[in-house]
């Protein structure tokens, strides 16, 4: 035993007094052991697997290990030596006999004009056409004011505020609409309209004598 070891054995003793330990270790290692260890690990670990490669791979793919060692297709004997010189010969007949076809860039350019006209053509129709559903006419916006405002105010603002020769302009828009319709509208206000615009209303309808 070495010094480093009787300084450990001392030591034990002193801690634990009752303590008797041999002064041979029991169990001893070769000699050369630890030197050829490594060796020895490798050489298993090598025997271990060239045992087992073909039933691991028999055991995760049993169809590549039935597949067969030898390649299916090879190549005829002197392929490689002269392919070089056969497909330059290939290229050169190819192109005389079947020159590429020429695309202008012209027409390319032409196409993405009119891809860019129509887009933008969509685009302004859209914006037209939401433009118009949110802002209606000013006509269709009139109407709607006139039809909110009573009748009797419209007949006092006429009586106040026209002439015969506006009678007379109105009598003839109103000969040209339904009679039918508009007659209710006035009779309750014939008292009140000149002579003249009566007149000029019944020879507009035909109805004079």
Known sequence: MNKKGKDIVGELEEI????????????QAPAGYFEQLPGQIMQRIQAENAATV?????????????APRQQPMSAPQGYFDGLADRIMNDIQSGTTANPAKVVPIRS???????????????????????IFRHNPA??????????????????DYLQNHTDAFDNEAIFSNVSKMDVADELPRISTNLYDMPEAAIEKYLENSGLSN
């Not at 055991?59 to 290990?65: D, F, G, I, K, V």
């Not at 390319?108 to 939401?130: K, N, P, Q, V």
């Not at 000013?138 to 007949?155: C, K, M, R, S, Y």
């Open 54 to 66: 073909q039933d691991e791979l028999a055991a995760l793919s049993p169809l590549l290990a039935a």
């Open 16 to 27: 634990v007094p009752g303590l008797r330990l041999p002064a041979e270790t029991p169990y």
């Open 138 to 155: 000013p006509a269709t916006n009139f109407e709607a004011q006139l039809a909110g405002i009573p009748d009797q105010e419209i007949v």
């Open 108 to 130: 390319r350019r032409r196409y993405l004009s009119w891809a860019a006209a129509a887009c933008l053509t969509g685009c302004i129709a859209l914006g037209a056409l939401f």
